[in-house]
């Protein structure tokens, strides 16, 4: 298992531009999620999926779009980049709805700088 | 949504075992209590999740307090691998809650040789 792999791992961006963020995951997970942490901080939820074709906003959506059209994959679409998005961004997933098994698998982390 | 609140940082001697505390008064009956830790540079690494009992697996221990308002994450002796940033967090696995956590700053925990 490959486990949830992220690319690319760095990213240089200008103000304004777009770009889109790749997700994949090999372990047959219903729920992914994207995060975001900035320096010294604790990460804050971005955008989730519990499933191929549904997603819901977390904490902090504004700016960023995903959409869910397989299981394996859960991109995320940053519109206009702006430099308050220069973080390190964190794709997971896990089981869903199980107790048991719940744990999230994080990928690499991309890093992304926009100037 | 519920919160946790850890201390900013802690320090252990090599070898020694680590208590690593969470307060998460605001707790719903649906909530998980996980515990991840972050090595510099890397993803966030699953540690170890409880609901009500205390559970025991490689890499740690949790002990949930019996009203589970608190936790405690047990490591049983310290390597100089374990220094990392520590978070506890909540995951309610409802349909309504979705699955949702959120993490705090964490608990930097510092191993001396």
């Known amino acids: 298992n490959a486990g949830v792999t992220q690319t690319p791992k760095f990213q240089v961006l200008k103000t304004g531009q777009s770009m889109t963020l790749q997700c994949a995951q090999d372990?047959?997970?219903?729920?992914m999620s994207w995060y975001r942490q900035d320096p010294g901080m604790g990460l804050r939820l971005i955008h989730y999926?519990?499933?191929?074709?549904?997603?819901d906003q977390g904490e902090v959506p504004n700016g960023y779009n995903v959409s869910r059209s397989t299981t394996e994959d859960f991109p995320l679409r940053l519109l206009s980049a702006a430099p308050s998005q220069t973080s390190v961004y964190f794709c997971?997933?896990?089981?869903?709805?199980?107790?048991?098994?719940?744990?999230?698998?994080f990928g690499p982390g991309t890093r992304l700088t926009v100037l | 949504d519920a919160k946790t609140t850890q201390p900013n940082s802690m320090e252990s001697n090599e070898e020694e075992p680590v208590h690593l505390p969470c307060n998460h008064s605001t707790i719903s009956g649906t909530d998980y209590i996980h515990w991840y830790r972050q090595l510099p540079s890397q993803g966030p690494e699953y540690v170890i999740h409880?609901?009500?009992s205390n559970v025991n697996n490689r890499m740690a221990s949790l002990a949930i307090a019996e009203d589970r308002k608190s936790s405690t994450l047990i490591l049983h002796r310290a390597t100089l691998r374990d220094a990392a940033v520590y978070y506890c967090?909540?995951?309610?696995?409802?349909?309504?809650?979705?699955?949702?956590?959120?993490f705090g700053d964490g608990t930097t925990l510092t191993v001396k040789p």
């Open positions: 997971a997933s896990s089981y869903f709805p199980s107790g048991r098994y719940n744990e999230q698998f």
């Open positions: 372990m047959n997970h219903e729920y």
């Open positions: 409880g609901l009500t």
């Open positions: 967090i909540l995951r309610d696995l409802t349909l309504t809650n979705a699955g949702k956590s959120t």
């Open positions: 999926s519990v499933g191929a074709g549904i997603t």
